[in-house]
Structures are given as structure tokens and as C-alpha cells.
């Protein structure tokens, strides 16, 4: 996570302490996640599998509301 980024002709340094790199880690995972359960659930719309649809969606509201309750721990 630390390193350089160019932007236009600059080079902008990023010093970004372990902790954070591993919360953005943990930010990336989560995503990943959620964005591969939104993949499945547009696969089972366009295949028109609705059987495995209401899984795929209990799963991601799962996903979602453990994002939600981490979020209470943190204010």
C-alpha cells in the first residue's frame, strides 16, 4: 500500500502506517465479497434461477448488516 502514485507528471508519496494498510486490506476483502455476491445474484437473474436468488440475497443482507453492526462499534 505504501509507495508511489503518479498523477500527471507529479509523484506523490504515500507513507501509510501498518495499521491503516490493514484496515484497507480488510476494506478490499470486504468488497471483494460483496461485489462477487452481486455477480452471483445478476448471473441467477439473467440464467433466471429464482430458486437460488433468495439465498444469494440472504447471504449479501448477512454481508451487509455485519458491515452495519461493525459501524455501531466504531461511533
Given at each position: 500500500m505504501g509507495?508511489?502514485?503518479?498523477?500527471g507528471n507529479t509523484i506523490i508519496t504515500m507513507n501509510i502506517s501498518p495499521v491503516e494498510q490493514k484496515r484497507i486490506r480488510n476494506i478490499n476483502f470486504i468488497m471483494d465479497d460483496l461485489?462477487?455476491?452481486?455477480?452471483?445474484?445478476?448471473?441467477l437473474l439473467v440464467d433466471q434461477?429464482?430458486?437460488?436468488?433468495?439465498g444469494e440475497v440472504s447471504k449479501?443482507?448477512?454481508?451487509?448488516?455485519?458491515i452495519t453492526d461493525s459501524l455501531h462499534d466504531e461511533i
Open positions: 509507495g508511489n502514485d503518479v498523477k461485489h462477487d455476491s452481486v455477480n452471483n445474484i445478476y448471473e434461477e429464482y430458486s437460488e436468488i433468495k449479501i443482507t448477512s454481508k451487509l448488516k455485519t
